[in-house]
């Protein structure tokens, strides 16, 4: 009696070959219809130091410089009285004892004011701001990382979401709403809608940003000015693939936010990346 004979090993991974992940080609009712090689970048190991280094450099490198006045606290007539009075050698005001000008008076200079020559960018190497980048592309893939960051993810999804170019046309909210209800993603707009804050206290009130809004799906386009009918929902973001960056993929710099891509977004990525065509 012969024996059957014993299976193939697979064949072996080349060293330093990383695979390309492919995820379904999802079409406006939300129905599968091919699959899509996503680019090498999405394989990356997920680097979180790397993607909050990355965030934080590009939020520093945009702050604005900002000071004191050179004569903050320093506009009064004062006088000294000089030593043997029995009082404080603090600056007072002409013919008074109401201390002025000196920091631990009221009214007076700031001890260690902020200065506008302080330096607030901070340099990140062009190697480490790349690879950030192709990380938190690969943590779209995640959908424990979706999740912690509170995203609404539904249960057999496969991220990143990539759509049909046809998303790309939807103009209107309410064609919008529709296509995210096939996708069962519509929930994570109810929560980003519902824990909006509209009573916010201390300076960003005074200063007008009264509201605050989580953060909710990302729309990754081919081109700008593509599928205008998601703008209004609240806390989506529609940027395009040639302006994407690490802080669009990692608000805050934690990585791992709710994803959308068409297909042509996928393309101009990989082109964008350098990487030939699978």
Do not use: C
Request: hydrophobic share 35%.
């Amino acid at each position: 009696m012969t024996s059957s004979p014993a299976p193939k090993d697979p064949a072996p991974v080349a060293e330093g070959h990383t695979p390309h992940h492919r995820v379904h080609l999802l079409g406006l009712d939300g129905k599968q219809t091919a699959t899509v090689a996503l680019p090498l970048a999405f394989s990356q190991p997920v680097r979180p130091d790397l993607i909050h280094r990355a965030v934080v450099a590009s939020q520093s490198n945009r702050r604005q410089p900002y000071g004191t006045s050179p004569t903050a606290g320093l506009r009064h007539s004062v006088e000294w009285s000089g030593k043997g009075r029995g009082v404080a050698r603090t600056p007072r005001l002409m013919e008074s004892m109401r201390g002025a000008q000196s920091p631990n008076t009221v009214g007076g200079r700031p001890a260690h004011p902020p200065r506008v020559d302080r330096i607030w960018t901070k340099k990140i190497n062009r190697k480490e701001r790349r690879l950030a980048f192709a990380s938190a592309l690969a943590a779209t893939r995640e959908s424990k990382l979706a999740a912690a960051r509170g995203h609404a993810v539904p249960h057999g999804l496969h991220l990143p979401v990539v759509l049909d170019d046809g998303a790309e046309e939807i103009s209107s909210a309410a064609d919008a709403r529709v296509l995210l209800e096939h996708l069962k993603l519509w929930p994570d707009i109810e929560r980003a809608r519902n824990a909006t804050h509209l009573h916010r206290s201390g300076r960003a009130r005074r200063r007008g940003r009264v509201r605050r809004t989580p953060r909710s799906l990302l729309f990754v386009t081919s081109a700008p000015n593509k599928a205008l009918g998601f703008r209004n929902l609240a806390g989506v973001e529609i940027v395009s693939a040639a302006r994407l960056d690490t802080e669009d993929l990692a608000p805050g710099g934690t990585a791992g936010r709710l994803t959308l891509f068409s297909r042509g977004a996928v393309e101009s990525l990989r082109s964008r990346l350098g990487e030939p065509a699978p």
